[in-house]
């Protein structure tokens, strides 16, 4: 597919804003674009690589605007870019306010477009530039990304720029890209027909409905094991539901953590009458993978490859392990009697990449885990939580400390008791989950509530800072932070709710200035935006209603915590749950 087509149906797609048409014509598009589906039901998304692969693009927006200079020709410079910017608001908007010279008018006037980009082109040189590190390799990056601005004529040139920065922002979220592999390739068309008849007889629409929804739920399925929207349309489009009720599990390959929700014994309780009660432990979430050879990786609940950063989880495991699995767990970070240290320990260790072994010295860490999602060719998704503990029970050995205690209960006190023996022992706080429940990957739902009695804190997005002031100047040291709202199509977006300035210590503004300065958008003075990437855990006394800030809330005597390197602003705080703790306050 031409990478013109694509974006002439992108923009056809950002223009619309009923749901179930934006469905159909990314249906539409699925069923047109031939060898390049996987591509394509990436690339709505704003992705180039699938979800469970940690691979990034690593372009910041400096250096996307540079490109987009260079290409505009000899008299911009990237600061003209981001003046543009931050007159239209939007990359894409003014990517495509320049005059590339792209090859769409020869093209058209039957010139073959020899020089149109495709898709499977610009798939491909995003996926080199991804390769490229080490010394020259934002230059290589610079030149590539030039070379494709080039190309481009400005509707292209719009999607190229939101694509490398995965800002897609086309009303695309994740249901809707699985509906639409279920219209292309599964629903049968004269169901499609009586869902869309308004005079369609009602007992023939809502059959039509079930089939459908079973059809959706056969993609979501094979989406939850495999986190790869590319390679299940292809199964749906090639072997249909069989094909898709045949993708499994892959050791190695990361699957979406399940979630759980603030709640309290009663709560569990009422629901389920016998609650599953475990340690909160107060480390890191890592996914561990054992393959068919030994072979152990670790993933972040980023689904991001943190192995190389601990060396000690995958020797225990290379040990402790003789199938291969995958299991679900904390990494925490403990004192030489084997007490539990604070999170801020484990996070000088979690995704660190130099200086492992030195830090292995320092901070000691060690496995907890409490699920087991796969063992020796069984995928466990769909099994109780009972089975699947047995099941880690009986891969690291029945009195194994890596095994969390699992205490099933319907008493109250005894509860209570276990939670203030666990809060005791220095752990966080206890976690109460439904015996019976399956898991349910990305799911943050009422199955698994999490109890903790300490002062709440709030995961918050990084979106603006200021450049302080004397010794201070070439540091970013007041911090704007927003909390996400999901958006009727499934984007995020951030209002902001406050700044924090107090609780960072010298050594930390400079670690936070290297953090942040590549990923400022727009500088105004000392004011700079910052593209939302990095999430602060900040401390406050309280909430208040306020507009001064665009969540109509601010934080009082707001205070840094640490950086939540194992969250991203997908992840972070929702203004839903600010307005949940402003009534429980
Ligand atoms: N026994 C356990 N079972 C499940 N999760 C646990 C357990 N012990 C610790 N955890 C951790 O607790 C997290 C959920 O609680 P918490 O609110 O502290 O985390 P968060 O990262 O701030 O928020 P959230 O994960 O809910 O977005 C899980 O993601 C997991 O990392």
New binding site residues.
């Given amino acids: 597919m031409e990478f013109a087509e694509f974006a002439e149906r992108a923009a056809e797609i950002e223009a619309e804003s009923a749901d179930l048409t934006i469905v159909s014509y990314l249906a539409d598009l699925f069923r047109d674009a031939d060898d390049d589906l996987a591509t394509v039901a990436r690339f709505v998304q704003g992705r180039v690589f699938p979800a469970w692969d940690s691979t990034t693009l690593d372009i910041g927006p400096r250096l996307c605007h540079e490109a987009i200079a260079r290409a505009a020709g000899p008299n911009v410079s990237a600061d003209d870019v981001e003046d543009r910017l931050a007159e239209q608001g939007e990359i894409g908007a003014v990517a495509a306010s320049y005059d590339f010279g792209g090859q769409r008018g020869l093209a058209a006037f039957g010139a073959g477009g020899q020089d149109g980009l495709t898709v499977a082109e610009v798939d491909s040189e995003l996926r080199s530039l991804a390769a490229a590190s080490g010394v020259g390799s934002e230059d290589t990056k610079l030149k590539t990304l030039y070379g494709l601005f080039n190309r481009t004529d400005p509707d292209e040139a719009r999607f190229l720029a939101r694509l490398v920065l995965s800002e897609m922002r086309i009303g695309v979220g994740e249901g809707s890209v699985r509906d639409a592999i279920a219209e292309a390739f599964l629903v049968a068309d004269a169901d499609a027909a009586a869902i869309r008849d308004d005079d369609a007889d009602t007992d023939t629409e809502a059959a039509a409905r079930e089939r459908r929804d079973e059809n959706i739920a056969t993609v979501a399925r094979a989406l939850q094991v495999s986190n790869d929207y590319g390679m299940v349309a292809e199964v749906a489009r090639d072997d249909g539901e069989a094909g898709l009720d045949d993708v499994h599990l892959e050791v190695g390959r990361p699957i979406q953590?399940?979630?759980?929700?603030?709640g309290t014994a009663a709560d569990a309780l009422d629901e389920w009458e016998t609650a599953a009660v475990?340690?909160?432990?107060?480390?890191?979430?890592v996914q561990v993978h054992r393959d068919e050879s030994g072979e152990v990786s670790l993933f972040s609940?980023n689904m991001e490859d943190v192995t190389g950063a601990l060396p000690e989880v995958v020797e225990f495991v290379e040990d402790a392990v003789d199938c291969p699995v995958i299991l679900?767990?904390?990494v925490v970070a403990m004192d030489d009697a084997g007490d539990p240290l604070p999170f801020q320990e484990i996070l000088r260790r979690f995704r660190r990449k130099h200086d492992v072994d030195q830090m292995r010295e320092e901070v000691r860490v060690e496995l907890?885990a409490?699920?087991c999602l796969h063992a020796d060719g069984d995928d466990l998704l769909n099994a109780p939580l009972t089975t699947r503990h047995d099941r880690l029970a009986t891969v690291l050995g029945q009195d194994s400390p890596a095994v969390?205690d699992l205490l099933l209960s319907d008493d109250p006190d005894e509860i209570a008791g276990y939670e203030a023996d666990a809060l005791d022992a220095g752990h966080?706080g206890i976690?109460l989950?439904n015996p019976d429940a399956a898991y349910s990957p990305g799911d943050?739902g009422k199955n698994?509530l999490?109890r903790?009695p300490d002062v709440e804190?709030l995961?918050l997005v990084v979106t603006g800072a200021e450049w302080g002031e004397g010794r201070r100047a070439k540091f970013l040291g007041t911090f704007l932070l927003s909390a996400r709202v999901e958006d009727a199509s499934g984007d995020d977006e951030f209002e902001t709710i406050g700044k924090v300035a107090t609780g960072i210590t010298d050594e930390q503004l400079v670690e936070l200035t290297d953090l942040l300065e590549p990923e400022i958008e727009r500088e105004s003075g000392k004011e700079v935006d910052i593209r939302p990437s990095v999430v602060f855990?900040v401390g406050y006394e309280e909430i208040q209603e306020s507009p001064t800030y665009s969540s109509g809330y601010a934080l009082r005597f707001p205070r840094f915590v640490t950086v939540?390197e194992?969250?991203t602003p997908e992840?972070a705080?929702s203004l839903t749950r600010v307005e949940r703790l402003v009534e429980s306050q």
């Fill in positions: 953590a399940m979630l759980a929700q603030a475990e340690t909160k432990f107060d480390g890191a979430r609940r679900d767990g904390e907890r409490f699920d969390s966080e976690m989950k943050r698994w999490k903790k804190t995961d855990e939540r194992d969250k992840t705080d």
